[in-house]
T-cell receptor, first 112, second 117 residues
Framework: AQSVSQHNHHVILSEAASLELGCNYS??????LFWYVQYPGQHLQLLLK??????LVKGIKGFEAEFIKSKFSFNLRKPSVQWSDTAEYFC??????????FGQGTELSVKP | GAVVSQHPSRVICKSGTSVKIECRSL??????MFWYRQFPKQSLMLMAT?????????EQGVEKDKFLINHASLTLSTLTVTSAHPEDSSFYIC?????????????FGPGTRLTVL
């Protein structure tokens, strides 16, 4: 069965620091990958997605992610974080049954 | 983007009672709706998939008689937690997807916090 693993449970950064959140998936075939963000008290929102094509995907709010097939990874990056980026971040993959499988989530705290 | 609402946002009930949670797609028709459960500091776990007009498909380990799902229209799905117990306390999140393609985007509701005393 497909699975998604996020290595960092809680990341604490200062404003303007660079961010990279790790995500690895288990399936070796064609994958469709997502990053979602959940701001405090709000619903899940799609940050970006990869289906095919350019492995470097740009999303909303300055986020990007790179699909590296050889490493089974889809890490999320942002060059300079802001206090407003404080949230929970979830990596997800669509499995063969068409269902979203989520990683454990990474809590990002940005200190002003 | 598309909007999905859930009602209520939080509910507290006594053990043994049943609780109904509504999930509505406000500005699009949702062919498929999904129900997830999220424990504190953990990921979202898919409970079931519901398609309008047909029976829901439950994930392994989810009791269909305990978590009743009805997808009566293209804009409404309900989850009823029957005879709730404290271990059912959790955060329940629904999502809705327009169209039948698996890769169409899912839009998530804000979640319902259920506390069973």
């Amino acid at each position: 069965a497909q699975s998604v693993s996020q290595h960092n449970h809680h990341v604490i950064l200062s404003e303007a620091a660079s961010l990279e959140l790790g995500c690895n998936y288990s399936y070796g075939g064609t994958v469709n990958l997502f990053w979602y963000v959940q701001y405090p008290g709000q619903h899940l929102q799609l940050l970006l997605k990869y289906f095919s094509g350019d492995p470097l995907v740009k999303g909303i709010k300055g986020f990007e992610a790179e699909f590296i097939k050889s490493k089974f990874s889809f890490n999320l990056r942002k060059p300079s974080v802001q206090w407003s980026d404080t949230a929970e971040y979830f990596c997800a993959v669509i499995n063969q049954g068409g269902k979203l499988i989520f990683g454990q989530g990474t809590e990002l705290s940005v200190k002003p | 983007g598309a909007v999905v609402s859930q009602h209520p946002s939080r509910v507290i009930c006594k053990s043994g009672t049943s609780v109904k949670i509504e999930c509505r797609s406000l500005d699009f028709q949702a062919t498929t709706m999904f129900w997830y459960r999220q424990f504190p500091k953990q990921s979202l776990m898919l409970m079931a998939t519901s398609n309008e007009g047909s029976k829901a498909t439950y994930e392994q380990g989810v009791e269909k008689d305990k978590f009743l799902i009805n997808h009566a229209s293209l804009t409404l799905s309900t989850l009823t937690v029957t005879s709730a117990h404290p271990e059912d306390s959790s955060f329940y999140i629904c999502s809705a997807r327009a169209g039948g393609g698996s890769y169409n985007e899912q839009f998530f509701g804000p979640g319902t916090r259920l506390t069973v005393l």
